[in-house]
C-alpha cells in the first residue's frame, strides 16, 4: 500500500514561510525520485522542486533561491520550506515519488501523488 500524505498548508501574508511535509507509507523514500508540485486554478500543473534517491536537488526558476526541497530518510519525510513567499505561490501543492530513477526530475511523470494541501498568500 502506496500512500502520500501532506501537510502544513494553510494562508499567510506575503514575504512569510511555510513548510510542507509529506509523509511516505509503503515505501522508503530514499529509494525514490521525489517532488512537489502545484496547480493555480485555472493554470497547468507546475513542477516546483525535486529530489532524487542521491539527494540531487532541482528547482523550477520561479522558485529557485525561496524554496528548499529535502528529506528525512530516517523519518521517511519529504519536505518544502517556503520562504519570502508570494501571492504568485498561491496554489494546491502535491507530493509526487515515482521509483523509475533514470528520469528527471522536474516531469510530470509520477506514479504516486499524495491529496493535495493549500497554499494561499495574501497581498
Known amino acids: 500500500q502506496v500512500q502520500l500524505v501532506e501537510s502544513g498548508g494553510g494562508s499567510v501574508q506575503a514575504g512569510g514561510s511555510l513548510r510542507l511535509s509529506c509523509v511516505a507509507y509503503g515505501y522508503t523514500i530514499s529509494r525514490y525520485r521525489m517532488a512537489w508540485f502545484r496547480q493555480a486554478p485555472g493554470k497547468e500543473r507546475e513542477a516546483v522542486a525535486g529530489i532524487g534517491s542521491d539527494d540531487f536537488t532541482s528547482y523550477a526558476d520561479s522558485v529557485k533561491g525561496r524554496f528548499t526541497i529535502s528529506k528525512d530518510n530516517a523519518k521517511n519525510i519529504l519536505y518544502l520550506q517556503m520562504n519570502s513567499l508570494k501571492p504568485e505561490d498561491t496554489a494546491m501543492y502535491y507530493c509526487?515519488?515515482?521509483?523509475?530513477?533514470?528520469?528527471?526530475?522536474?516531469?510530470?511523470?509520477?506514479?504516486?501523488w499524495g491529496q493535495g494541501t493549500q497554499v494561499t498568500v495574501s497581498s
Open positions: 509526487a515519488a515515482d521509483g523509475r530513477w533514470s528520469l528527471p526530475l522536474l516531469t510530470n511523470d509520477y506514479n504516486y
